[in-house]
């Protein structure tokens, strides 16, 4: 049973301030201002100890100075654990009572086996309590029994011996006994909790003892204490409970103490159990220093607020925290399972941090690649050491394009999005962002490969929608049609298709959108000129990924000129069986002759003579061709004079003729130069026989001019001419000008072989384009650095 | 007409080759044969409004008028099928160049001149 000195008796009715002074209290207002229970008041008047006057048998009345001398007797043999020092002031019992009115629960003591719970802030203010309580009891000749920490135990000892008390007198003679609350709890605990069994041995035997010598005991204990600070809260539980049972058996005082900073909200509960162990709790000191009962009422109202408002801000932050955790909990999953490749790099270039999809990437478990340098994963280490080298410099990067290559070998392309976090400007790590794009990168390097062949092709490759549209055209389109790309993307098709074939494209269009394919179709088309040509098409529905028909490509090869070879073969094969053939039927013709008239004939052999020769020509013709084709032909120059060699030659054709004459203008006495002779000879033998088998007759002109590089030579006929458009043809194997007036005769290849030779001298031939008749045929041949043409003319 | 007037058979050699018509019309001439050549079939066609042949020889191929052409020039004035047609061809298709264009006789160059003068003489003496 504890008093407080400090203790002041309020106003008897709780409705009365302060202010009003009152001569009596009913039993449950005396209850509340000792802060007892209305059975221990009636005990009390029970036992005579408290004089109350029964009015009635439902009124009593406490009269004001009888509570005084209750609280005065009282304080004689009370001890207030948190009272102030016992140097202070002491205040009248009256105040006492007439303040009271603050007090919700009290240290007065209720009996000999009270159960205190005491918390405490500060040693000091324990140290206090401790030394009041079991000093009050030494100086009464009463028991102290204190098991405490060694610390506290130390202080209490020191403050005791101060206020002059003798303990080692006192523990001879059995009145103190200190035990170290470690040490004994220690002997107490079986399995993490308190045995009963062990506790009645070594606490209830000592109890026991003291109980037994008569005098009171009181204990003061903190081993539930130290349970508690272990977060042991069943056990301190437990052995609360085991000394609450030990106080049912003997009598005897119990102070425990627990610091208050022990509690956090976890222990609110358990809290609420120690204090529903004791029969009362004292507040810490914060509370129990104050003495004023309207400033207690105060502080009690400011810690009912603070609580309030603490346990608001408890639950709002219980909520945030909450809120917190689960935002927490979002932007974790959010960059542990993205899609996207994250990574940090320190500063040293080593891997901090990877996130799923980037281990993935790489095909590295975490361990193999977190720790390492990044370096050790890029192909290209310029580029890795770029990137670091701007990351470090303060630039973001945007799009970087890199290498990285994963466990396997294999090599991915990435684009990397980076800069750097940092603190205090100090760089703590990258936030990397590796974007995988080998899949688009292979894909745009098969496409750009797919779409060089399909730009190198000789085809035209072209793309179209299903309505006939063109989407794609490619070099090889716009070399044969004429069109490029930018004229013709958006144009119908049918720009390409002659007139006089309108039902040739429904037909294709209808055949491909039933998913048919159409190879080799051969058919004509228009070029942008408006020039027929032969093509040979191949058109494929173009699929999507999910099969359905969304375009059409055509490829087409224009086979003109394949067309034309072809002819121009078969032709030929006619043509070398006739021109073959025709001079072996005169041979044999005239030898049969002969035959059958069994006698020599002159005319006959000169035309079999002069038909060899022709077939030898022929032979010789056709074994140039070979030659030339073979890249086989060789010259074999020497110094000679071209105008002779022209007028040679003219003289010799003029023999063989006398519908023609034949004229040479050549200026220069001699024209010197180093040449092929036999060559020469069939270049100019060509032309001049073309000039005769053309133009049924009239003048044939042959001029040799010199400029100071080449010597130009032209032959020029009155017969038809040559059409225009056949001009270019007219070099090329087997080309035999149509229409002429003494038909075409030989194997369509003695411009070609002239041509072949006159090129194969350095020079060039041509036809001159004459505006109304005949024709004119150039050749030019280069001069040596020797020759002097100009001097001579 | 004046050669059939005296009795004597006229041939029409077509050929474009010089050294053709001048064995043709020795051989023919041997065998007492009126010989009429062209160097095409206009040529041809021109002769024919001086002489009428009893028999044509014909090279296929020539410049200007070929022997198709030409044969179809005399179907279109009603000489053919009336005179008979021996045809000449390099090439191996003789016999279906031949059947093309009606012709009663084919030789390939070069021919047998016996032969010639065989198939001449039975055109000419039916």
């Known amino acids: 049973m504890l008093a407080d000195r400090s203790l002041h008796l309020p106003p008897a009715s709780p409705q009365a301030s302060g202010a009003v002074q009152r001569d009596y209290y009913g039993v449950a207002e005396a209850a509340a201002v000792l802060g007892v229970s209305r059975m221990s008041v009636w005990r009390w008047i029970r036992s005579g100890r408290l004089t109350a006057a029964r009015l009635g048998p439902r009124t009593t009345r406490i009269w004001r100075e009888d509570l005084e001398r209750f609280l005065a007797e009282q304080e004689r043999d009370t001890i207030n654990p948190l009272g102030n020092s016992s140097g202070g002031p002491r205040v009248a019992p009256e105040e006492r009572l007439a303040d009271q009115g603050a007090r919700r629960s009290s240290w007065r003591e209720g009996g000999s086996a009270d159960h205190v719970v005491q918390f405490y802030e500060t040693d000091r203010s324990l140290l206090e309590a401790v030394s009041a309580y079991i000093g009050a009891a030494l100086r009464a000749g009463q028991i102290g029994i204190v098991i405490a920490t060694d610390a506290h135990r130390a202080q209490l000892e020191a403050r005791l011996r101060a206020d002059g008390l003798d303990l080692e007198a006192a523990q001879t003679g059995g009145q103190y006994v200190a035990l170290s609350a470690a040490e004994t709890l220690a002997q107490l605990m079986v399995e993490g ?31 539930v204490a130290l349970l508690a600070a272990e977060g042991n809260h069943a056990a301190a539980l437990r052995l609360e409970a085991l000394w609450n049972g030990l106080q049912q058996v003997h009598a005897f005082s119990l102070f425990c103490a627990y610091p208050l900073a022990g509690y956090d909200q976890a222990s609110a509960v358990l809290f609420d159990q120690v204090c529903s162990e004791h029969a009362s709790v004292i507040p810490a000191e914060s509370y129990t220093r104050l003495k004023d009962p309207d400033a207690r009422l105060r502080e009690i109202a400011r810690l009912q607020h603070r609580a309030a408002a603490l346990e608001a801000a408890l639950a709002q932050r219980t909520r945030l925290e909450a809120r917190l955790r689960r935002s927490e909990q979002e932007l974790r999953d959010f960059v542990e399972n993205a899609t996207e490749g994250l990574h940090w790099v320190g500063e040293d270039g ?89 899949a688009h990168k292979l894909a745009a390097a098969a496409a750009l490969r797919l779409a060089a062949i399909v730009e190198s092709s000789d085809d035209a490759i072209i793309g179209k929608t299903l309505e006939g549209r063109i989407v794609d055209w490619n070099s090889g389109a716009e070399r044969i049609y004429g069109y490029t790309a930018a004229e013709v993307v958006g144009q119908p098709i049918a720009l390409l298709i002659p007139d006089d074939r309108p039902d040739e494209l429904p037909a294709i269009m209808a055949r491909l959108r039933r998913g048919e394919r159409i190879e080799h179709f051969e058919t004509e088309r228009l070029t942008k000129t408006g020039r027929r040509i032969t093509v040979s098409v191949t058109i494929s529905p173009i699929r999507d990924h999910a099969d359905q028909i969304i375009g059409v490509s055509a490829i087409a090869r224009d086979i003109s000129e394949r067309l034309v070879l072809e002819r121009m073969q078969r032709d030929l094969l006619a043509m070398v069986s006739h021109e073959l053939r025709n001079p072996l039927t005169a041979i044999k013709g005239l030898a049969q002759l002969m035959q059958r008239r069994g006698a020599y004939n002159e005319r006959a052999l000169q035309g079999i003579v002069a038909q060899t020769n022709h077939l030898d020509r022929l032979v010789g013709d056709l074994l140039d061709v070979a030659r030339l084709e073979a890249g086989r032909l060789e010259l074999q120059c020497e110094p000679l004079d071209l105008v002779a060699l022209v007028a040679e030659n003219v003289e010799q054709a003029q023999a063989q003729t006398q519908a023609h004459a034949l004229r040479l ?55 038809p001419g040559i059409p225009p458009e056949d001009a270019p043809k007219l070099f090329e194997r087997f080309y035999r000008a149509t229409a002429t007036a003494d038909g075409a005769k030989g194997l369509g290849i003695g411009l070609y072989v002239a041509r072949m030779l006159v090129e194969a001298h350095g020079g060039r031939i041509w036809v001159e384009p004459r505006p109304r008749t005949g024709c004119e045929f150039v050749f030019t041949l280069p001069l040596g650095t020797t020759s002097t043409p100009g001097d001579e003319t | 007409v004046p050669a059939e007037a005296h009795g004597t058979r006229t041939v029409l050699v077509v050929d474009d080759d010089a050294w053709i018509h001048e064995t043709l019309t020795m051989a023919l001439e041997d065998e007492g044969y009126q010989v009429v050549t062209a160097a095409d079939g206009q040529q041809a066609l021109a002769q024919l409004d001086r002489h009428r042949p009893d028999v044509i020889v014909l090279d296929w191929m020539m410049p200007t008028v070929n022997g198709p052409a030409f044969a179809e020039e005399l179907r279109r004035r009603g000489f053919h099928p009336g005179i008979p047609i021996v045809v000449l061809t390099a090439d191996g298709n003789a016999r279906s160049k031949a059947e093309q264009i009606g012709a009663t006789g084919y030789l390939r160059k070069p021919f047998e001149l016996p032969h010639l003068l065989e198939q001449i003489a039975r055109l000419t003496h039916d």
């Open chain 1, 193 to 223: 909790q308190p045995d009963a069994g062990r506790f009645a041995e070594v606490v209830g035997s000592l109890v026991a003892g003291a109980a037994e010598s008569g005098r009171r005991v009181r204990a003061f204990g903190e081993m």
């Open chain 1, 350 to 438: 080593r891997i901090l941090w990877a996130n799923r999809a980037e281990l993935e990437l790489l095909g590295y478990p975490a361990e193999e690649y977190i720790g390492r340098h990044i370096a050790e994963f890029h192909v290209d280490q310029e580029t890795i050491e770029d990137i670091l080298c701007r990351l470090t410099n303060g630039e973001e990067l945007h799009g970087y394009e890199a290498r990285m290559r994963a466990k396997d070998g294999s090599i991915k392309y990435v684009l990397i999005n980076a800069n750097v976090y940092r603190e205090d400007g100090r760089f703590i790590h990258t936030r990397c962002f590796t974007h995988d794009m080998t």
């Open chain 1, 665 to 719: 203008e050549a200026p220069a006495a001699s024209v010197p130069g180093c040449f092929d002779r036999d060559r020469l000879n069939q270049v100019l033998q060509n032309l001049l026989g073309n000039a005769l088998k053309y133009a049924p007759g009239g003048e044939v002109v042959v001029s040799l001019t010199t400029d100071s590089a080449e010597a130009r030579i032209s032959v020029a006929d009155e017969g």
